[in-house]
Nanobody, 114 residues
């Protein structure tokens, strides 16, 4: 499978912002939904946000109003703008793409200090 490559994670203080990006390492055709998931230590992986090819979005209640997902269909790239970050947002963030197969990235660490 073609892996997805995430970037943009890091350490930020509470109230700060980060922007995550994700793109496939090789061209993938017919990607439908792209999204972001996260997994905190000791917890299950959970959905953060998804976006369809036509731009319909879905967010977890915990991030609504703070996070914005967007995508560039020409580049098969998906972004996650994260504002007003909280310590509870600390997790490894994974990119996901639904196409001929289900693709996942390796994850990028986001740490929010209080």
């Amino acid at each position: 499978q073609v892996p997805l490559v995430e970037s943009g994670g890091g350490l930020v203080q509470a109230g700060g912002s980060l922007r995550l990006s994700c793109a496939p390492s090789e061209t993938i055709f017919n990607i439908r939904t792209m999204g972001w998931y996260r997994q905190a230590p000791g917890k299950q992986r959970e959905l953060v946000a998804t976006i369809t090819r036509l731009g319909s979005t879905n967010y977890a209640d915990s991030v609504k109003g703070r996070f914005t997902i967007s995508r560039d269909n020409d580049k098969n790239t998906v972004y996650l703008q994260m504002n007003s970050l909280k310590p509870e947002d600390t997790a490894v963030y994974y990119c996901n793409a639904d196409g001929p197969y289900i693709y996942w990235g390796q994850g990028t660490q986001v740490t929010v200090s209080s």
